[in-house]
């Protein structure tokens, strides 16, 4: 049985983590760290908290006493870290935030585990760690910076982050590196390019776009719509945290991408083509639709839904012009290979949050309106 402090599960990618990690092995146990901040909710993973298998703590990863009280009352064998400000728009606003998080939570949960797992010294004075220990850091791709039209970025590219979000995760990244050249810590880093799926808090690309095309609202694409991402499922992340876990050695850096660049404007089509075809073939789904004038046909009309929502809007500042990861050295060492390819992901993506319109409601009922109009105002 080995036991897992993952931190940041009550948000995206940590939240559909624990998920991927209780379905699939049957022998763990996890303990999730959350601050449940405006992107933490706990109904997400209010299923999975069993207080068998899976326990909730509410506290910060700056807490230096409470992390010490868990590593004390648990035999972590692991530590993810997925606890973070994740959001660069956010950043740009108030990056101390950022740094305090992103930086200064994340050496605190090293300092704590190196309380905890240092069993002694060798004979060059190094500490010894006890056996099977591992701290996980998850990482971006933005801590390289950003690509012209060619090429990608692999383990070797240097780090050369723009954004207060993306510099404060580079810091993070080295700090930990720090620990292990400093300590002999046993860690690992993945370096993840933008994921996708269930459980995305509409502040982002794709969840907001959605929201705004139910709610009939303008389509907001920064600058000309050409920036490109490289898009990830969100499960095949989760399974590549997984592999780098139990199969990396110590120290290993990894990249995750699934060779999936798209510009902007193109995942903003796509996302209002797909959402007009499932209503098209199935009209009830049209009862998520804020405005409900109906057609001809007594049908709630959808032909206002096209890309004339489109509006292009003041770029963000510092807006890194493209991301595309170069995922062999996971795939040719480990053995890891995205499943879910892109246009059977984003339906599912779509559909999901379709069929799960309380939950949005639910996760956007407190600041997120103050939040959207101060962000968009003036763009
Ligand atoms: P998210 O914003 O959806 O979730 C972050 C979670 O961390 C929330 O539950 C929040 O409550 C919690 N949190 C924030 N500050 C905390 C603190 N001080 N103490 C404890 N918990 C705190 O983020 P996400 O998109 O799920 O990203 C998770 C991790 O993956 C982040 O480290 C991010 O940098 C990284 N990452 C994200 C992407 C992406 O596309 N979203 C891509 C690559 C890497
Ligand atoms: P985002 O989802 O914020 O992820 P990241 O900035 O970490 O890549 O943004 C993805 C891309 O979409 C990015 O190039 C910025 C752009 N974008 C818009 O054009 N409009 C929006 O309203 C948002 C949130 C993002």
Sequence with gaps: MKTYLVTGAAGFIGANFIKYMLAKHDDIKIVVLDALTYAGNLATIANDIDNERCYFVKGNICDRNLIDQL??????????NFAAESHVDRSIEVPQLFLQTNILGTQNLLDAARG???????????PTW????????????EVYGSLGAEGFFTEETPL???SPYSASKTSADMIVMAYHDTYKMPVTITRCSNNYGPYQFPEKLIPLIIKNILEGKRLPVYGNGTNVRDW??????CKAIDMVLHQAEDGAIYN???????QNIDIVKLTIATIRRIMTENPSYRQYLKKKELNEAGEIDIEWMNDSLISFVKDRLGHDMRYAIDPSKISRELGWLPETK?????VKTIQWYLDNQEWVKN???GNYQNYYDNMYKNR
């Excluded at 590593?71 to 993810?80: G, H, T």
């Excluded at 006890?130 to 791709?141: A, L, N, W």
């Excluded at 990830?232 to 992340?237: E, F, T």
């Excluded at 892109?342 to 984003?346: A, H, P, T």
């Design 71 to 80: 590593l004390a009352n648990y035999r972590f064998d692991y530590i993810v």
């Design 116 to 126: 905890a797992w240092v069993n002694g010294k060798d004979e060059n004075g190094y």
């Design 130 to 141: 006890r056996k099977g220990v591992r701290f996980h850091q998850v990482s971006t791709d």
């Design 160 to 162: 050369n982050p723009h």
């Design 232 to 237: 990830l499922y969100v499960d095949d992340h």
């Design 256 to 262: 995750i991408g699934g060779h999936n660049e798209m």
């Design 342 to 346: 892109f246009e059977d992901g984003i």
């Design 363 to 365: 996760v956007t009922s």
